[in-house]
């Protein structure tokens, strides 16, 4: 009898457990047939799961509705503000317009890539030759401030969506140039083990704080040393979305390349 309420219990916490790790708000717990305190408790504990995700349901569409219900005013402001004579003033509010429209229309992507459930753009790939491709698109950018970007690339073919990977990449790599000084140093890495296939960018840039550390991927976050640099604090998220919808996670390290600072950022997908 006491084996037969640990064991439900223990089930029980491991759903509690897969929730919190995966965030995945469609778990619930079994009942059992019985109807005794276990039960009551699952059943109180999934009216509670079912609550809390249709709260967060409700706060995803309104936030949703918004990026797209303002798309269009926006625009519309964007042509007006073309008509202005002055032309510094008119580049000037034409960029902000464009700005915000950016980030409306990443917002909406990153929403749209973290509802799919189908991995529809998965196709096999050649991950070494996306991330080469990266490579090469900032190749001239890093030259132009004298940062040495080297990489590593273990051929890898693996089931995946090669344009949002070669997003996220892309995103990752100008941040370690974005976020570098001149002359700093850049390396890309690529590499399996058995179970796993990780991308693993540093820099010995400037890094980020303890507590920043934590925060980077939320959305439109920016660290306060980063301010200064153009951004809207989106690209990690739009990463972190891209990575979860490859049933990967991602890490930030500390000084990854042992010189006192800058920041390493790594995408551990499970094969
Ligand atoms: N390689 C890096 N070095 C230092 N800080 C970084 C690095 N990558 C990301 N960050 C920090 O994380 C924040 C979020 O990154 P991101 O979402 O790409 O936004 P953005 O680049 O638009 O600011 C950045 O503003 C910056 O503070
Ligand atoms: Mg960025």
């Known amino acids: 009898m006491a084996a037969y309420v640990v064991n439900r219990i223990n089930r029980m916490s491991q759903t509690a457990d897969k929730i ?15 109807w005794d305190d276990l039960s009551s408790l699952s059943f109180v504990f999934n009216h509670m799961l079912d ?18 219900d303002l798309r269009t005013p926006l625009s519309r402001l964007r042509n007006t503000l073309e008509k202005i004579d002055d032309p510094q003033l008119r580049e000037e509010t034409t960029q902000e317009a464009d700005n915000l429209l950016n980030m ?7 929403s749209g890539i973290e509802t799919t459930k189908q991995k529809e753009g998965f196709t ?3 991950l070494n030759a996306i ?3 990266v490579i090469e698109l900032y190749q001239p950018l890093a030259e132009e401030r004298d940062i040495h970007l080297s990489s590593e690339l273990a051929p890898i073919v693996m089931q995946a969506d090669p344009n ?27 590499s399996e083990t058995t179970t796993h296939i990780t991308i693993a960018v540093r820099d010995n840039g400037i890094g980020v704080s303890e507590e920043d550390i934590v925060n980077l991927d939320r959305r439109f976050y920016r660290a306060d ?13 739009l990463v972190s979305a891209i990575i979860k919808l490859h049933n990967g996670q991602l890490w930030f390290v500390h000084d990854p390349l042992m ?6 950022v790594v995408c551990s997908l499970r094969k």
Do not use: P, W
């Open 20 to 34: 919190i790790k995966t965030g995945n708000l469609e778990e619930r717990l079994e009942i059992d047939s019985s």
């Open 51 to 68: 609550t809390i995700e249709d709260s967060v349901n409700n706060i995803k569409s309104v936030t949703d509705s918004i990026a797209h």
């Open 104 to 110: 409306f229309n990443s917002l909406l992507r990153i």
């Open 124 to 126: 096999q790939c050649e």
């Open 131 to 133: 991330a080469l491709d």
């Open 164 to 190: 949002l990977l070669f997003q996220a990449i892309a995103n990752i790599l100008d941040n370690a140039i974005k976020y570098s000084k001149d002359g700093g140093r850049v390396e890309m890495e690529l």
């Open 225 to 237: 040393r980063s301010r200064t640099s153009k951004g809207n604090g989106l690209g990690l998220s």
């Open 259 to 264: 010189q006192g600072h800058g920041l390493g």
